[in-house]
């Protein structure tokens, strides 16, 4: 089992700049990859960022390419999600979220076997 746990969420003003934490647990060791999702009200979770655990490449939903950083700290099991330039759009409930089996960096839901509880990020404009 691997627990995940996101935080840094919060509201935030158009513009500005928001970091997301996330700290794994458990069986750590048999991560692949960690990823971030999202999803907004009355809207399906898609896609945000990726990276894999070993090597560090990275994948981007075209919406932040260029906005938003994911980086990895593989000594303390972590994963942040660097959000700058945020917009209204951006507004959502982010997830973190692990794979164990990849060959790259997947982007659908059902490829990613543990997730976090979320964490609300809001802009305003």
């Known amino acids: 089992q691997v627990q995940l746990v996101e935080s840094g969420g919060g509201l935030v003003e158009a513009g500005g700049p928001l970091r997301l934490p996330c700290a794994a647990s458990?069986?750590?060791?048999?991560?692949?990859?960690m990823g971030w999702f999202r999803q907004a009200p009355g809207k399906v979770r898609e896609f945000v960022a990726g990276?894999?655990?070993?090597?560090?490449?990275?994948r981007y939903a075209n919406s932040v390419k260029g906005r938003f950083t994911i980086s990895r700290d593989s000594a303390k099991n972590a994963v942040q999600l660097q959000m700058n330039s945020l917009k209204p759009e951006d507004t959502a409930v982010y997830y973190c979220?692990?794979?164990?089996?990849?060959?790259?960096?997947?982007?659908?839901?059902?490829?990613?076997?543990?997730w976090g509880q979320g964490t609300q990020v809001t802009v305003s404009s």
């Open positions: 990276i894999r655990w070993s090597g560090g490449s990275t």
């Open positions: 979220a692990a794979a164990l089996i990849s060959l790259s960096v997947p982007t659908r839901r059902h490829e990613y076997d543990y």
């Open positions: 458990g069986r750590t060791f048999s991560i692949i990859v």
